[in-house]
């Protein structure tokens, strides 16, 4: 952990990153929508309420938002966490739109995660790009 952080603390990183102590409360907060609104999507895959194709984005972004900590913190790997992060977006991104004809309500809720999302994606490539 510690050499994790010494190395996280050393990069480049821009004047707008937010501090380190934000990240923990944000991603508290995203997770429980997260929760909330990706359990949803599950419960109604497997009540044939939805076929799979509109589960399927939902399903890999958990895959995508999961890795990135590995990428970025385990691996050390500013390059495949940028990839990570823009595949986590897309794939967000995707399952608003797919989600949305069945649960209006669940695309709202992903507006957070989204935001959130968008501004992480500038970050790690602005952050990969200053410590290339």
């Known amino acids: 952990m510690n050499t994790t952080y010494s190395w996280y603390s050393?990069?480049?990183?821009?004047?707008?990153a937010p501090p380190s102590f934000l990240?923990?409360?944000?991603?508290?907060?995203?997770y429980v929508l997260i929760v909330i609104s990706f359990s949803s999507v599950f419960v109604k895959l497997f009540q044939g309420k939805i076929p799979?194709?509109?589960?399927?984005p939902f399903i890999l972004n958990l895959i995508f938002n999961l890795t990135f900590t590995y990428f970025q913190f385990g691996?050390?790997?500013?390059?495949?966490?940028?990839?990570?992060?823009?595949?986590?977006?897309?794939?967000l991104i995707w399952?608003?739109?797919?989600i949305y004809?069945?649960?209006?309500?669940i695309t709202y809720m992903q507006i957070p995660y989204v935001m959130w999302v968008s501004f992480?994606?500038?970050?790690?490539?602005?952050?990969?790009?200053l410590n290339r």
Do not use: C, R
Not at 23 to 30: E, I, K, Q
């Open 10 to 16: 050393k990069l480049i990183k821009p004047s707008w």
């Open 23 to 30: 990240f923990g409360p944000v991603w508290t907060f995203l």
């Open 120 to 129: 992480a994606t500038v970050l790690q490539l602005t952050v990969t790009y």
């Open 95 to 98: 399952a608003m739109v797919a």
């Open 52 to 56: 799979f194709v509109v589960a399927l």
């Open 101 to 105: 004809p069945y649960a209006h309500w």
């Open 75 to 91: 691996l050390m790997n500013n390059e495949l966490a940028a990839i990570d992060v823009i595949l986590t977006l897309i794939t």
